[in-house]
């Protein structure tokens, strides 16, 4: 009999373990891959947190009350106020602890932010090498508990099944290993901290509404969790804020697949010079605005979340290169090779059969894109154009909206309780992590560090509260 089974190794999993263990439980940690660390093998591990110890030796004023209302301000009120506020509230001290534990933050952190909406303060970290910094302080730790015989930890194990009493309380977990076997354990409480679905395509198309285009998730983010949570009573929310990023460059037609490179559509690193063109040859958005939210937003809204950057042989002459990392003359490379995400014609009708835009939008947006460049009033408002798009050959890079994080999951309350559609709660069953859903804790929006930090608090948190009080 245990006092807490923990089910998934990953960023909840590994605190609770530790702040269980530390604490006296007697902790069994199952996990199905062959390693502990779970998405930090594979995140960027960016953390928020206001009121640390860092931003006070360096000089900065911050608090969780500011921190919230930039979350409420960039999610546009979309999150969940009680997990929000759960998480923000008890970020400092979980910061606070990784790093007397060994974790270094960037020289320069904290930062406003990167990649995403920036913050009002600087109050954004991450580690040299993304989230295995975090996974690196906290992985050998486990593994001392474990070497201690505090913690009896088994790899390879994927939980089947939550086994329940009469009441329909939670009192064990049946998990089965690499051979088949399957063993059911016991234990006073569950803690599911199995990440999300991300690598499933078939469970992700059918929570996000849109296939499953990026194959850089955690393989093993396929939605056990919410399979378990929703067999005993639990049920799965915060489909309203299933998220895209704006863009990835794929050069296949073949999904899930991985991205080739990076194409730098943030004008405040690279001005456009381009257009954005959906499947309508329609722009949807002022390319050079500088909030990466509104096109991300924007792009929500466009058939199949695709849309193609579109611009003639002046402009790929003259333009300071758009993909990171790449010379002018991959460029050209690239485009006479015809992958699937780059084309290029003598008119603008070829290139628009060869991409499947509609011809007729595309020579109306381009015609008026050419109005704002000649006589400064862009019908979108845009003020970086330093160039019409004129003669052939023209050119499209195919970009595709797509996510790697899990906006919907299983619901709990602002303790952390699993419960049932009528606000009952599933005894003895606790869930963290992106088994929650990016969508609770960051919205329908990128809040920067409002994933990592919040499943690293919210395993602290279970993992105090669940070890038994000593006598």
């Given at each position: 009999?245990?006092d807490?089974?923990?089910?998934?190794?990953?960023?909840?999993?590994?605190?609770?373990?530790i702040?269980?263990?530390?604490?006296g439980?007697?902790?069994?940690?199952l996990?199905?891959a062959?390693?502990?660390?779970?998405?930090?093998?594979?995140?960027?591990?960016q953390?928020?947190?206001?009121?640390?110890?860092?931003?006070?030796?360096?000089?900065?004023?911050?608090s969780?009350d500011?921190?919230?209302?930039?979350v409420?301000?960039?999610?546009?009120?979309?999150?969940?106020?009680?997990?929000a506020?759960?998480?923000?509230?008890?970020?400092?001290?979980?910061?606070?602890w990784?790093?007397?534990?060994?974790?270094?933050?960037?020289p320069?952190?904290?930062?406003?932010?990167?990649?995403?909406?920036?913050?009002?303060?600087?109050?954004?970290?991450?580690?040299?090498?993304?989230?295995?910094?975090?996974?690196d302080?906290?992985?050998?730790?486990?593994?001392?508990?474990?070497?201690?015989?505090?913690?009896?930890?088994?790899?390879?194990?994927?939980?089947?099944?939550?086994r329940?009493?009469?009441?329909g309380?939670?009192?064990?977990?049946?998990?089965?290993?690499?051979?088949?076997?399957?063993?059911?354990f016991e234990?006073?409480?569950?803690?599911?901290?199995?990440?999300?679905?991300?690598?499933?395509?078939?469970?992700f198309?059918?929570?996000?509404?849109?296939?499953?285009?990026?194959?850089?998730?955690?393989?093993?983010?396929?939605?056990?969790?919410?399979?378990?949570?929703?067999?005993?009573?639990?049920?799965?929310?915060?489909?309203e804020?299933?998220?895209n990023?704006?863009?990835?460059?794929?050069n296949?037609?073949s999904?899930?697949?991985?991205?080739?490179?990076?194409?730098?559509?943030?004008?405040?690193?690279?001005?456009?010079w381009e257009?954005?063109?959906n499947?309508?040859?329609?722009?949807?958005?002022?390319?050079?605005?500088?909030?990466?939210d509104a096109?991300?937003?924007?792009l929500?809204?466009?058939?199949?979340?695709?849309?193609?950057?579109?611009f003639?042989?002046?402009?790929?002459?003259?333009?300071?290169?758009?993909?990171?990392?790449?010379?002018?003359e991959q460029?050209?490379?690239?485009?006479?090779?015809?992958?699937?995400?780059?084309?290029?014609?003598?008119?603008?009708?070829?290139l628009?059969a060869i991409?499947g835009?509609?011809?007729d939008?595309l020579a109306?947006?381009?015609?008026?894109f050419?109005?704002?460049?000649?006589?400064?009033?862009?019908?979108?408002?845009?003020?970086h154009?330093?160039r019409a798009?004129?003669?052939?050959?023209?050119?499209?890079?195919r970009?595709q909206?797509?996510?790697?994080?899990?906006?919907?999951?299983?619901?709990?309350?602002?303790?952390?309780r699993v419960?049932?559609?009528?606000?009952?709660?599933?005894?003895?069953?606790?869930?963290?992590?992106?088994?929650?859903?990016?969508?609770?804790?960051?919205?329908?929006a990128?809040?920067?560090?409002?994933?990592?930090t919040?499943?690293?608090?919210?395993g602290r948190?279970?993992?105090?509260?669940?070890?038994?009080?000593?006598?």
């Amino acid at each position: 009999m245990y006092d807490i089974i923990i089910v998934g190794g990953g960023s909840a999993g590994l605190t609770a373990t530790i702040f269980a263990a530390e604490r006296g439980a007697h902790v069994l940690l199952l996990e199905a891959a062959d390693v502990l660390g779970g998405t930090l093998w594979v995140a960027t591990g960016q953390m928020s947190a206001a009121g640390t110890r860092l931003q006070r030796e360096r000089g900065i004023a911050d608090s969780p009350d500011a921190h919230f209302a930039d979350v409420i301000r960039i999610s546009r009120g979309t999150i969940n106020p009680g997990l929000a506020r759960l998480a923000i509230d008890n970020a400092a001290a979980t910061f606070d602890w990784l790093m007397e534990r060994g974790f270094e933050p960037l020289p320069e952190h904290p930062i406003k932010g990167f990649g995403h909406e920036p913050y009002s303060e600087n109050r954004y970290y991450w580690g040299e090498k993304g989230g295995v910094s975090v996974k690196d302080v906290m992985v050998p730790i486990v593994e001392q508990l474990v070497a201690a015989g505090k913690v009896d930890l088994r790899l390879k194990h994927e939980a089947t099944a939550l086994r329940t009493d009469a009441a329909g309380d939670v009192v064990g977990v049946t998990a089965r290993d690499a051979d088949g076997v399957e063993t059911s354990f016991e234990g006073a409480s569950v803690v599911l901290t199995t990440g999300g679905y991300a690598a499933d395509p078939a469970m992700f198309a059918a929570l996000s509404g849109y296939p499953l285009y990026n194959a850089a998730p955690y393989p093993f983010s396929r939605g056990a969790g919410l399979r378990l949570g929703e067999a005993v009573g639990g049920y799965l929310r915060g489909h309203e804020n299933v998220f895209n990023n704006f863009g990835t460059l794929y050069n296949s037609d073949s999904f899930p697949a991985r991205a080739l490179a990076t194409v730098e559509t943030f004008p405040e690193r690279r001005e456009p010079w381009e257009i954005y063109v959906n499947v309508h040859g329609q722009r949807f958005i002022r390319e050079d605005i500088r909030s990466v939210d509104a096109r991300e937003m924007a792009l929500s809204e466009q058939p199949d979340r695709r849309y193609w950057i579109v611009f003639d042989q002046a402009i790929l002459d003259e333009a300071p290169p758009m993909i990171v990392g790449w010379s002018r003359e991959q460029m050209v490379q690239a485009f006479a090779e015809d992958g699937p995400a780059f084309a290029h014609a003598d008119t603008l009708a070829g290139l628009a059969a060869i991409t499947g835009i509609d011809a007729d939008g595309l020579a109306k947006s381009v015609a008026g894109f050419n109005y704002g460049v000649q006589t400064g009033n862009d019908f979108f408002g845009r003020t970086h154009a330093p160039r019409a798009i004129g003669a052939g050959p023209f050119y499209a890079i195919r970009m595709q909206g797509s996510s790697i994080s899990s906006a919907v999951g299983l619901a709990v309350d602002d303790t952390l309780r699993v419960i049932r559609p009528d606000g009952s709660v599933v005894g003895n069953l606790y869930a963290a992590g992106e088994l929650l859903g990016s969508g609770q804790t960051m919205g329908k929006a990128a809040c920067g560090g409002m994933m990592v930090t919040p499943a690293l608090t919210f395993g602290r948190l279970l993992g105090e509260r669940l070890a038994p009080v000593a006598a």
